[in-house]
């Protein structure tokens, strides 16, 4: 680490206890809110919640220190999730422990090769869809905790909601949604009605994680069959976190680095394996619910691990007691506070382009309940558009001179694989001029696309005994040809 590098991160620490009260409760905010979805999870991954909520704990712990982003909440949820289901159906837990490990290895060198940078594909339109998907799906997972239940529930999530959005205004001291989880569990324990408890999700901890070590073969066939879903894990993984860090810089103003991120994402994860656990990544809601209480530094995530511990072992009679209404309530909040209500006005002022890219990648997202595959339909859109755009912006032009029997086509913009075929079309191949002069004055020759179009053109014309020439190729455009392209020089 170099000494910038070493500045910033002790900055990143020292902020935490600057306002070390405000860290250490956005934290705990961010640990309810990460309890219900983890559980979740693991019932998707096909493991018990005790799997999820260990590798929570483990990954919040390591990440806090390795991480790329402060403030950011990462635990065993999300896309990785649904990956990971089909390895536990087919081949059991040590192999999903196997493939953790694996997939924490392909994130280190990840970030060494610094592949975070290919997150600049990603347009503000694919963002957007992204955050408001996630605040879809978010809403949606609270679903089935308000089905088949009595008025209680409901009126205790209203309760919630009341708490939440109404006593910021009469104090900022300590989060609203803790004050809820306080006040509607006492509730519970007062009156007594039928409510759904966090004991109700499925199997919590009753002691510390422990080390394992997947017992699985160590050979050929074993990387076989984990290699692929371990590579599947790694690149969700990272997906989901560089997207969750992306939007933490644009609600904080500040930047991060996404290579850190990647690496230190892969070490928590394969620390995750060694304690029994399964693959995790960025958690946006949480993050939304950690930095909106406050949280902007280290400490913040560091708590949010900690107190995720305290509360499954230390504090797990209690925890088991409290309602589950208490958590939609926060979850509900969480997912409004995510969902970009101005990408709904913007709908109409943007281009149709992107706000079709936008609405794409929101209904993938949602329809299949893979972030990965929402975002990687939105960048697809996107680049496709793109090159459109820029097809579009290229134009050739033709004038004749009749004394000096010259056809002059004059090239402006970009000539790559999208435009090459449009480029080609624009010659007269047939031409009985004696001469024929192509201006690249204003041009630019990209990729071997559009070098073999540029050949082809300049090799049929000569066929009929027209001379040909080319001016104005700039330094880089003139090296791709001389490379890729050496028919075309011949006659110049």
């Keep these: 680490m170099n000494p910038q590098s070493l500045s910033r991160y002790r900055s990143e620490w020292f902020t935490s206890f600057g306002d070390l009260r405000r860290e250490v409760l956005a934290g705990m905010v961010g640990t309810f809110a990460l309890i219900p979805e983890v559980i979740a999870f693991s019932f998707v991954a096909g493991v018990d919640p005790e799997v999820g909520l260990f590798s929570s704990f483990v990954i919040g712990i390591v990440i806090s220190f390795t991480g790329g982003r402060p403030a950011m909440i990462s635990g065993a949820a999300g896309s990785v999730a649904l990956v990971a289901a089909a390895l536990v159906r087919a081949h059991g837990l ?96 007062l009156v007594p009605m039928p409510l759904h408890t966090v004991a109700d999700l499925g199997k919590l901890p009753s002691s510390l994680p422990s080390l394992v070590l997947p017992h699985v073969p160590l050979n050929w066939t074993t990387l076989r069959i984990v290699a692929p879903y371990a590579l599947a894990m790694a690149v969700v993984g990272l997906l989901e976190s560089m ?37 995790g990544c960025g958690m946006i809601g949480q993050t939304v619910g950690n930095v909106r209480y406050g949280g902007r530094g280290r400490l913040s995530t560091l708590v949010a691990g900690l107190f995720l511990l305290i509360l499954m072992v230390l504090l797990r009679p ?47 997202t949602v329809a299949t309940s893979d972030l990965a595959a929402g975002v990687m339909v939105g960048v697809l859109l996107s680049g496709v558009f793109f090159a459109f755009k820029v097809t579009r912006l290229m134009t050739v032009t033709s004038t004749y001179n009749e004394i000096a029997d010259t056809r002059t086509y004059t090239v402006s913009g970009q000539v790559f694989f999208a435009s090459a075929d449009m480029f080609a079309e624009s010659f007269d191949l047939r031409d009985t001029a004696a001469n024929v002069l192509i201006d690249l004055h204003d041009a630019h020759i990209w990729d071997v696309t559009s070098v073999a179009a540029l050949e082809s053109v300049v090799t049929k014309i000569r066929r009929h005994g027209t001379r040909v020439e080319l001016i104005g190729l700039n330094q880089a455009s003139a090296t791709l040809v001389d490379q890729h392209g050496p028919l075309i020089q011949a006659d110049t």
């Design 243 to 279: 997207m969750t860090a992306t939007v933490v810089d644009d609600l904080t103003d500040t930047t991060s680095s996404k290579a850190r991120e990647c690496t230190g994402l892969g070490f928590a994860n394969v620390a995750a394996g060694l304690f029994g656990g399964i693959a």
């Design 318 to 364: 209690w925890v088991a007691r409290v309602p589950v209404a208490a958590l939609v309530a926060i979850m509900i909040m969480v997912s409004i506070s995510t969902f970009s209500w101005t990408s709904l006005r913007d709908l109409t002022r943007h281009p149709k382009v992107s706000s079709l890219v936008m609405l794409a990648t929101v209904v993938v």
């Design 94 to 189: 040590d192999y999903l422990l196997a493939a953790t490990l694996l997939a924490g290895g392909f994130q280190i060198v990840f970030g060494l090769l610094r592949l975070d940078v290919l997150m600049r594909f990603v347009s503000r339109s694919v963002r957007t869809g992204f955050v408001n998907a996630l605040a879809i799906l978010i809403f949606s997972a609270q679903v089935p905790q308000m089905l088949g239940v009595t008025w209680h529930t409901y009126a205790m999530i209203t309760v919630g909601l009341v708490i939440i959005y109404l006593l910021p205004r009469l104090t900022t001291a300590v989060p609203s949604p803790l004050i809820c989880i306080i006040i509607l569990t006492g509730i519970s324990f």
